[in-house]
């Protein structure tokens, strides 16, 4: 598994989904379950695939915690949420 690719993907994802859900763990978690990794000529399936398991996982199962710390658990502390 390329670490560099994986990181990449799982910013990816929760950039997106932070920036796609209202912002509470409930539905950032509900936006990556809705997005699927699919076909068999993806580049980087495996990273992909880990990337957004990864993610759902901590949202799902940290869904009492603050996003900022579910961020910083997934070591990608620096994505800002969107403003209101």
């Known amino acids: 598994m390329d670490l560099k690719v994986y990181l990449h993907y799982l910013e990816q ?3 997106e989904a932070l920036e796609n859900s ?3 763990n409930a539905g950032i978690s509900g936006y990556l379950w809705e997005m699927q990794v699919s076909g068999l000529m ?3 399936r ?3 695939r880990k990337a957004l398991n990864e993610a ?3 949202f799902d199962e940290h ?3 603050p996003v900022e710390i ?3 658990h997934l070591g990608i502390a620096k994505i800002s949420q969107p403003k209101e």
């Open 13 to 15: 994802y929760v950039r």
């Open 22 to 24: 209202d912002g509470t």
């Open 42 to 44: 993806v580049r980087h």
């Open 46 to 48: 495996f990273e992909k």
């Open 56 to 58: 759902r996982k901590a």
């Open 63 to 65: 869904r009492h915690w």
């Open 70 to 72: 579910v961020l910083s």
